[in-house]
């Protein structure tokens, strides 16, 4: 096996054809639009990898605000800025063989996935959600005994059970589950007197534009 490209280990690059691609990052300018549909139409297999490749990230946050507003409160010389109206997930763009969640991604996953490519089989990667990972640790639930506001039902486990095991709720790092019912956790969430404007802000985190969390964020903005 050949690293054909890893900028942050080496500077040495092989311009392909790849047999497997790793991709972070949200496409936030016309230059990352271009380059993706260029590793896209040199690789075999297409794995985005994190919150902001498979989602967008936080940076997708801009898109409920004007663009224009913010290039002109950050930089100095907005003129010389180059960007799209929106930060997009990688799969708005091109093909994607296959999107492995986090922020950050576990390490173990991301292993599963390159011997799962690279010896032709799926990856064996879980899309239960973060309280099947809470019951396994024999982790209590942080909604039931404390009221904490938590998206582990509508979550993707892999972080490892991370937060709620300190007494925080989940953060929702890794993406929504297959098939979420967001609606039932947020109006769980109101009966445990959470705001509108608390549930849109949790939904609307490092998965915030992922379409799941996006609609119901959405949703709470309109009643807010």
Do not use: W
Request: aromatic letters at 8%; hydrophobic letters at 35%.
């Amino acid at each position: 096996m050949q690293i054909a490209s890893f900028t942050e280990a080496s500077r040495s690059t092989v311009s392909g054809p790849y047999t497997l691609s790793f991709v972070e990052g949200s496409i936030t300018t016309p230059d990352d639009a271009e380059r993706i549909h260029a590793i896209r139409r040199r690789s075999k297999r297409l794995v985005t990898i994190g919150a902001c490749a498979t989602a967008g990230g936080i940076q997708a946050l801009r898109n409920y605000a004007r663009i224009e507003d913010l290039i002109r409160s950050v930089y100095a010389r907005p003129e010389f800025i180059e960007t799209l109206s929106k930060s997009t997930p990688i799969s708005d763009h091109v093909f994607v063989d296959f999107e492995l969640r986090g922020c950050p991604i576990n390490r173990f996953q991301l292993l599963e996935v390159l011997n799962a490519f690279l010896n032709g089989r799926r990856p064996n990667i879980p899309h239960y959600s973060e309280c099947i990972e809470c019951k396994r640790a024999g982790t209590v639930c942080v909604m039931v005994s404390q009221g904490t506001p938590c998206l582990g039902p509508v979550t993707q486990a892999g972080c490892g059970n991370l937060c709620p095991p300190l007494g925080r709720g989940c953060y929702g790092c890794f993406g929504p589950m297959e098939a979420p019912n967001t609606s039932s956790l947020a109006d769980a969430l109101a009966q445990g007197g959470a705001s509108d404007e608390q549930i849109r802000n949790l939904f609307r985190t490092y998965n915030g534009a992922a379409t799941p969390f996006r609609r119901e964020s959405e949703a709470h903005e309109q009643r807010s």
